[in-house]
């Protein structure tokens, strides 16, 4: 028999990797109980909030008030499809004092009790920032991180709502998400990885080598994660509907029939690090790569039109950070600016801050000049999938963006980056053609 494991387990991963299936596996173990989403550690990850609620004089009622605020897609009240009410929240949270964690275990402890369960599992989409404010809350938690195909993955965000409009924005965010992860992983011995493939294709094995990282002992209710799957996959939630029946196998690689033959080839493109780095075969390389600056989710998803472009030609996108892959070291000296990115990222949350971001993005540009760095910056009109202007705060902060732009580096549309980055720079670190 296995040593009992303690302390919480989190399902976590890249949405529409598989997370809903492993939930409703480990939900059907008779030791673990898995509720539905509840956005816990994506609201308390502001420092600020966490600090007043922890310094809260009246200690809960701020804690209380959080947890009564969050909400799952449909609007419901996260407390209520836990069918914990808010009076019992506060009392669990009078008796524990000041805690961010048991803000959360206010939901899951009654949870997994009423359903006679030992240890509660939460299923938290999402990557490396939300693996670390866990392990900081939770460091005796274990996390298990499920990792798909990225073609997969692609494939299966085509049918939801909230997917980018081509694949490439969606490849480019995977790739993004997995860089992140994969500094963070080495590093945490309570975080394990299994492919999703492995858990339709193999499932027993796979689920066999779960219980032994999380210490449990195995049983065959894994197998029928159908039988358990009403509390993780909600009814109004139609896109994990799939996860109510049998495992199905064919899953594994559906992608084949079900994505673009020239999507797969951009996918195979864009995320042939993580291809290689989990074994997936297929995996393209890359005619020249170029810098993105800021490379966040939102430009992936903002930009995918001109991004999908470069990748048609073989381009392929690097993010200017410290931890970035080591292609970008051996960039030409390039930096590609999205305008409609810095503006989003520069409204400015309170009064005041606005010219200061405003400062600081002239500032970012003349460290760009000095380093002899041939920045292009990319204009706020005519880009990415929208050829519209940003509004408000962040249509004025463009329109600041390209006035100071425009007197420091070289600027363009979206429709000209594929010229660009087959153009060459000169021993002066300067742009030629293009």
């Known amino acids: 028999m296995e040593a009992r494991g303690r ?5 976590v991963g890249f949405p529409r990797s598989g997370t809903t299936l492993l939930a409703a596996m480990l939900n059907a173990h008779p030791r673990l109980d898995c509720g539905p989403e509840t956005n816990f550690i994506e ?25 009564a605020s969050l909400r799952r897609t449909d609007g419901s009240a996260v407390h209520d499809v836990f069918g914990v009410p808010l009076e019992e929240v506060r009392r669990h949270l009078e008796a524990t004092g000041p805690s961010l964690p048991a803000m959360l275990e206010a939901l899951t402890v009654p949870h997994a009790a009423r359903n006679g369960a030992d240890r509660w599992v939460e299923k938290t989409p999402g990557e490396a920032d939300r693996l670390r404010t866990i392990r900081g809350l939770w460091p005796e938690a274990r996390i298990v991180r499920v990792v798909r195909d990225p073609r997969g993955v692609v494939a299966s965000h085509a049918a939801v709502p909230w997917g980018a409009v081509t694949a490439s924005g969606t490849a480019y965010r ?18 394990t990885m299994v492919r999703y493939e492995d858990l339709v294709e193999r499932p027993e094995e796979a689920g066999r080598a779960i219980c032994r990282f999380i210490g449990e002992d195995f049983d065959p209710a894994l197998l029928e994660p159908g039988k358990a799957s009403a509390s993780v996959a909600l009814p109004y939630e139609w896109w994990k509907q799939r996860v109510h029946g049998a495992i199905d196998r064919a899953r594994s690689d559906a992608w084949r029939t079900e994505l673009d033959p020239a999507d797969q080839e951009r996918v195979a493109l864009i995320c042939a690090r993580g291809m290689r780095r989990y074994d997936y075969p297929g995996a393209r390389d890359a005619r020249r790569y170029f810098v993105v600056r800021p490379m966040t989710g939102r430009v992936m998803h903002d930009d995918d039109r001109a991004l999908e472009a470069a990748a048609d030609k073989g381009y392929v996108a690097l993010p200017a950070r410290p931890d ?48 002899r760095r041939s920045a292009v910056w990319i204009r706020a009109t005519d880009r990415g999938r929208r050829g519209k202007p940003a509004r408000g705060g962040a249509q004025g902060i463009d329109r600041i963006a390209d006035a100071v732009a425009s007197h420091m580096v070289r600027t363009a549309s979206p429709k000209s ?15 030629e053609g293009g």
């Open 7 to 11: 302390g919480p387990v989190f399902v």
């Open 43 to 67: 609201g308390i990850r502001r420092r600020a909030l966490r600090r007043a609620i922890l310094a809260d004089p009246r200690w809960p009622d701020r804690a209380v008030e959080f947890v």
């Open 174 to 191: 995977w790739q993004l998400a997995d860089d992140q992860v994969a500094s963070f992983l080495p590093g945490d011995g309570g975080t």
């Open 324 to 371: 970035a892959p080591k292609e970008a070291n051996r960039l030409d000296p390039r930096v590609f600016l999205w305008t409609e990115s810095w503006a989003r990222l520069t409204v400015p949350p309170r009064r005041g801050s606005r010219a200061r971001r405003a400062a600081a993005l002239g500032r970012a540009l003349l460290r760009l000049a000095s380093h």
């Open 417 to 431: 980056l594929v010229g660009i980055i087959a153009s060459r720079t000169n021993r002066q670190g300067r742009l």
